[in-house]
């Protein structure tokens, strides 16, 4: 019985035994899982720390982009204004010069006199030199350029030392233009290459020259292709939808439709289309007046450089595909091409004969290539030009 008794108590002890061991193992296994899940735990937070760092980096990104955004729309817009001023203040510039000029050098105001003089008879010359003066003042309606207009039958002619033998009194006496080109008719051999092209990508351009036609339409007066696009640059009018406008294509297939109606009377006119990437500005002047302009232009765009550019005809092609519908007919005078848009000032002394504005790229100068029928006239005045 005893023997029995030892025996159960020798089993109870090694189960015992069993079960301390085992609850060691336990209990270093929960330590060793402990460890695990702290450590788990700090990756978490330091995940969950980066994660917030991040979205508030993002968060920063997001209000440096919107106020960049906010920025840039606040210089387009002053860059909008600042070139409404220049167009306002070019205006008033050509009516204060044309206010001088009608006071005419070293003019200037008389003290009143002690004694009052006797009214002069309506037939004396200082009475009708002031009916003269009074004349040219403006009316109340009417507008800074209109009266600018108005006074160039005033001005003066210029002095032996000037650039041009001449000041113009209107547009049929403008002299010292340049070259003039005549195409007589529509045909495909009619055209003029100017070369080189563009050398550089163009931002801005201005394109300006002395227009006469009696043809029902414009026809294409100016076409520039490249590889790429055979539209780059185009005006022209044989598609427009009235026919006294001209499409004023940049990068087929955007354009603007302008109004030139008044080019179809057969009589010399001065145009200058002007253009710049900055807000798509462009505006159409048309014997000095500002006749059409718009925003959102191919805005941002660059004319691409190593094209083709001929006057006289439209390219389907790189240099070629003519068709005679499109086919300029009439004649071309002083053209010229900026790259960058001029001020209204400048536009204004263009079409006067006063002054060539500096940095043209191109002018008939260039015309590399003339064929067909088409004429090269040196002419003294544009009042002879063919």
């Known amino acids: ?209 002395w227009i006469r036609t009696a043809s029902g339409h414009l026809g294409t007066l100016l076409s520039y292709a490249t590889e790429e696009n055979d539209n780059k640059l185009v005006l022209h009018g044989w598609d427009s939808l009235s026919p006294g406008s001209i499409h004023f294509v940049i990068g087929d297939p955007a354009f603007r439709e302008l109004p030139l109606q008044q080019l179809l009377d057969g009589q010399w006119h001065h145009v200058c289309v002007i253009w710049t990437s900055i807000l798509g500005k462009y505006w159409l002047h048309v014997d000095r007046r500002l006749v059409a302009t718009g925003s959102r232009f191919r805005e941002g765009y660059e004319i691409p450089p190593g094209g083709s550019l001929v006057l006289g005809q439209e390219q389907d092609s790189m240099g070629g595909g003519f068709d005679s519908s499109e086919s300029f007919v009439g004649s071309v005078a002083g053209l010229a091409m900026w790259d960058r848009a001029l001020f209204p000032r400048e536009v204004s002394h263009l079409a006067t004969g006063k002054e060539f504005p500096p940095g043209a790229i191109l002018t008939l100068a260039n015309a590399a290539s003339v064929g067909g029928f088409v004429q090269r006239v040196n002419c003294t005045c544009l009042e002879l030009c063919p």
């Not at 009316?139 to 003066?156: C, K, V, Y």
């Open 1 to 209: 019985m005893a023997l029995v008794v030892n025996q159960s108590q020798a089993t109870v002890q090694s189960d015992l035994g069993h079960l301390r061991t085992w609850m060691r193992k336990t209990h270093r296994r929960s330590r060793k899982v402990d460890s695990r899940l702290l450590a788990l735990g700090a990756t978490l937070r330091e995940r969950s720390q980066q994660r917030a760092l991040q979205r508030k980096a993002q968060e920063a990104q997001r209000e440096a982009l919107s106020s960049l955004a906010l920025d840039l729309q606040a210089l387009q817009d002053t860059l909008a204004r600042l070139m409404q001023v220049v167009q306002s203040q070019g205006t008033r510039l050509d009516t204060l010069e044309g206010w001088l000029q009608v006071s005419g050098p070293g003019t200037t105001v008389p003290a009143r006199p002690p004694t009052q003089p006797e009214p002069p008879s309506a037939s004396s010359p200082k009475l009708q030199g002031s009916r003269q003066v009074l004349r040219a003042l403006p009316e109340p309606g009417d507008s800074p350029q209109d009266f600018a207009d108005h006074l160039q039958g005033t001005r003066e002619p210029p002095g032996p030392g000037s650039q041009w033998t001449r000041l113009p009194e209107r547009p049929g006496e403008i002299c010292n233009i340049g070259p003039a080109l005549v195409f007589p008719n529509a045909s495909t051999e009619n055209v003029v290459f100017l070369s080189p092209g563009f050398l550089l990508g163009l931002r801005a351009l201005s394109v300006c020259t």
